[in-house]
């Protein structure tokens, strides 16, 4: 097994800083366009601070077809698209986007889900002093919903993470197209071995790190 390890070291890297890479492109993606979505749709809501019913159900369709893709069909789905946007329908940056399409309404449920756990009497206390929309959101539902958002983001990433690895079947690189090119079809057992251990320690390592600043951001 260590001398697959050393073999292989240099494939692994390289695996795993693709993987790197798109988990992280797909979380910014997620957390700078699925945040400002699930906003939108709390605040447009029934019972929201500003409800809008057409456009919270134009958004929330538009979110609901995104999410009722199965991830490799929208990875197919997508192919053209990341050709023109990436100038390639392969590799890691490829995978991203398909990725981050996939997370961003996965996200933004997660977003509307929290500010809706966010105490009603806190937000009517806001009102009745006089905040305005944009305060209520930046000082008292963010700040009040930030737990339950940073363990969101832990989810989310868990999830992509073992996405990522489904991207790989159709060339996408990272661990899991390393495990299939030489753990399955070239019968490198050790090699699949390997890159589900180092799947298994990043896992382990985004956990970790979303508890511990779920912990230090709750105030309850």
């Known amino acids: 097994m260590f001398a697959t390890l050393v073999e292989f070291w240099p494939d692994l890297q390289k695996a795993l800083f693709d993987t790197l890479m798109m988990v992280g492109i797909t979380m910014l993606s997620a957390i700078l366009v699925g945040t ?5 749709l709390f605040l447009t809501g029934r019972g929201g601070l500003t409800p809008r019913p057409v456009v919270n159900r134009i958004v929330g369709y538009v979110v609901n077809v995104l999410r009722s893709f199965p991830f490799i069909i929208l990875m197919v789905v997508l192919i053209p698209v990341a050709r023109v946007v990436v100038g390639t329908s392969i ?6 986007l398909s990725l981050s399409v996939a ?9 509307e889900q929290n500010l809706r756990e966010v105490p009603r009497g806190l937000v009517d206390a806001a009102v009745s002093c006089g905040a305005s929309t944009m305060q209520l959101v930046r000082l008292v539902l963010i700040p009040e919903a930030m737990p339950g958002l940073l363990g969101s983001v832990t989810v989310t990433a868990i999830g992509f993470v073992a996405y990522s690895a489904v991207a790989g079947a159709i060339g996408a690189g990272g661990l899991g197209d390393l495990a299939i ?11 699949m071995v390997w890159c589900v251990v180092i799947m298994y320690v990043l896992v382990q390592a985004i956990q970790w790190l979303g508890s511990w600043l779920v912990r230090r951001v709750d105030r309850r």
Request: charged letters at 15%; a positive charge.
């Open 181 to 191: 090119r030489y753990g399955y079809y070239r019968f490198e057992t050790g090699v």
């Open 103 to 111: 997370a961003i309404p996965f996200f933004a449920r997660l977003v």
């Open 91 to 96: 590799g890691p940056r490829a995978a991203a």
């Open 36 to 40: 400002p979505l699930g906003l939108v």
